[in-house]
């Protein structure tokens, strides 16, 4: 039950793409399509955003996006405006009815 | 609307036990699987423990097995959970989710706070 790995912080200028990798094993990440991603501001609870690797709820801007390949699965913030500065957490089931979150990471909008 | 309110957090001394409780509104509980997920302060997301529908399969992160026990009353809609011997590090805020159909946590609470200190 180890966590995925996510890079602490992530940047970019408004307007621009950021991309947010999540890297796991075989053994979730990579077994499995069920990663999904939360958004979280300061103090407020987590927001689903992706779930099953790419699918979006409704009401989630398409600006949003995920894919996966192999052990690691990354989400795409394009057009980045600035209330998307805030922390986001990948999430993967693992198996055996266990699941894994991603350390997050922190994203700024320069 | 789905709501989910998670209560029954607070200070408890090492080794005390605690109750949350996690009262759901706004769609057929017990269709749902439900899960407890927890956050320490300034760190990040940990999946701590989920139930099934009927209560039949339960599973729980290695850190809190023996120690905590989810549950959950259909009638009642509501899931608990029971965190005993508890350590300075189960402090944290403890979020229940609904899972959704595949294996996310489409909808969470507010959170309560768990404090274990002397």
């Known amino acids: 039950q180890s966590a995925l790995t996510q890079p602490p912080s992530a940047s970019g200028s408004p307007g621009q793409s950021v991309t947010i990798s999540c890297t796991g094993t075989?053994?979730?990440?990579?077994?499995?399509?069920?990663v999904s991603w939360y958004q979280q501001h300061p103090g407020k609870a987590p927001k689903l955003i992706i779930y099953?690797?790419?699918k979006r709820p409704s009401g989630v801007p398409d600006r949003f996006s995920g894919s996966k390949s192999g052990n690691t699965a990354s989400l795409t913030v394009s057009g980045l405006q600035a209330e998307d500065e805030t922390d986001y957490y990948c999430s993967s089931y693992a198996g055996s009815n266990y699941w894994v979150f991603g350390g997050g990471t922190k994203l700024t909008v320069l | 609307e789905v709501q989910l309110v998670e209560s029954g957090g607070g200070l408890v001394q090492p080794g005390g036990s605690l109750r949350l409780s996690c009262a759901a509104s706004g769609f057929t509980f017990s269709n749902y699987w439900m899960h407890w997920v927890r956050q320490a302060p300034g760190k990040g997301l940990v999946w701590v423990s989920r139930i099934n529908s009927i209560s039949k399969i339960t599973s729980y992160a290695d850190s809190v097995k023996g120690r905590f026990t989810i549950s959950r009353d259909n009638a009642k809609n509501t899931v608990y959970l029971q965190m005993n011997s508890l350590r300075a590090e189960d402090t944290a805020v403890y979020y229940c989710?609904?899972?959704?159909?595949?294996?996310?946590?489409?909808?969470w609470g507010q959170g309560t706070l768990v404090t274990v200190s002397s």
């Open positions: 075989s053994s979730d990440v990579g077994g499995y399509n069920y």
């Open positions: 989710g609904r899972e959704g159909g595949a294996a996310e946590f489409d909808y």
């Open positions: 099953e690797v790419s």
